[in-house]
């Protein structure tokens, strides 16, 4: 009786038939041409120079079952604008998927216009019906290649002169759009070699008084830049703003007779209208012209107080005036705006002949 084939020998008959039939349903592309992962994920600065690879952390490519295989790479969409190119480096048995920038003037990466470029890649085999298909989803990570920019791009605003220390009077802001971590975290400070009674907080950009203001010993108006200042690298950019701080004045000065004391003789027959004396004050204020007015000791209305010049007038005749036995001394009075002021001072004395001494008390009004 004749024998047949050993078992093992029908075995490996049977998976070659196997894979024979395999093929043939699958058509002339074999199992191993494939990439290994369907997406990649890469990154590339902006603003990198011609020639500059994207990195992966993932081995990009495809394994070559046939070490003759001549397969050749292309990006077939993804890549309107033509930033990227994409190159076959053989290294063994793998055939490396490297992409890298074109450059020029017109091939320069932004990230602040687009970050993210998803790339579909195709290898093939020269002279062979084999493609495989990937993606390569590329991250443009940021450079610090832009400066803050403030807007507005100046400040005024207007205080007052009594605005209490530690007061927000206004905030300055600048943006980045290297959004990228420090890239575009800014700072800001007061870029001046003079003292200032104003500081600034370096995050927020807000400027506080930080001393005491008095519109009459100080400048009415400070004017200084202010810089704000990126934290990225490889060095800092920086941008600058100017800020006009107006100090307005306010009524915080009490006005004052130039003169204590006034002391004057008339005689009985001054001519009424007649110019007796001038009374003037001065507020260092200078919001407006210090007015007076006679607030006690003329009773009988015999003068007048012109309110603007402070001048005073005999208004009526003394001849037929009677005197009082007694004249009080008198104090006089100035007004400003919101404030009042009370002197002890002697007053203005007004003698006439004959007759006693009649004291008026003069109020100069503002």
């Not at 120079?49 to 952390?57: E, G």
Request: proline share 5%; net charge negative.
């Amino acid at each position: 009786m004749a024998r047949g084939p050993p078992l093992s020998c029908l075995t490996i008959l049977l998976v070659k038939l196997l894979a024979c039939v395999c093929q043939g349903l699958q058509g002339t592309i074999p199992l191993g041409f494939h990439f290994t992962h369907s997406i990649y994920n890469a990154t590339v600065y902006e603003n990198s120079a011609a020639r500059t690879y994207v990195n992966s952390p993932s081995r990009m490519g495809i394994t070559l079952a046939d070490l003759s295989w001549d397969i050749k790479y292309k990006i077939v969409s993804g890549d309107d604008e033509g930033f990227f190119k994409a190159e076959e480096v053989i290294i063994a048995d793998f055939c490396f998927l490297r992409i890298r920038t074109k450059g020029g003037n017109s091939a320069i990466l932004n990230r602040e216009i687009q970050d993210n470029y998803l790339l579909v890649v195709k290898g093939s085999v020269r002279g062979e019906d084999l493609e495989a298909w990937t993606k390569v989803n590329i991250q443009v990570l940021d450079m610090n290649d832009l400066r803050p920019l403030f807007s507005p791009t100046t400040y005024s605003v207007t205080i007052a002169e009594s605005t209490p220390l530690r007061t927000s009077i206004a905030q300055v802001t600048a943006t980045d759009a290297d959004i990228g971590g420090e890239n575009g975290y800014i700072t800001y400070s007061i870029a001046s070699l003079n003292s200032l009674p104003f500081s600034i907080n370096q995050f927020t950009g807000v400027i506080s008084t930080s001393e005491e203001l008095d519109f009459e010993s100080s400048p009415e108006s400070y004017r200084f830049i202010v810089r704000a200042s990126d934290w990225g690298s490889p060095y800092r950019h920086e941008s600058e703003v100017n800020v006009t701080i107006y100090i307005g004045n306010v009524n915080d000065n009490k006005p004052l007779f130039e003169k204590v004391a006034c002391q004057g003789v008339i005689s009985s027959d001054f001519p009424i209208g007649g110019h007796i004396t001038a009374i003037s004050a001065i507020d260092i204020d200078e919001l407006e012209l210090v007015k007076y007015k006679i607030i006690s000791g003329n009773d009988l209305g015999i003068f007048y107080l012109n309110p603007d010049s402070g001048v005073l007038q005999l208004k009526k005749s003394l001849i037929c005036v009677r005197p009082p036995p007694h004249w009080a001394p008198c104090a006089l009075t100035l007004m400003t705006l919101n404030r009042v002021q009370t002197l002890p001072l002697t007053g203005v004395s007004l003698h006439t002949v004959g007759v006693q001494i009649l004291c008026l008390a003069l109020s100069p009004d503002s």
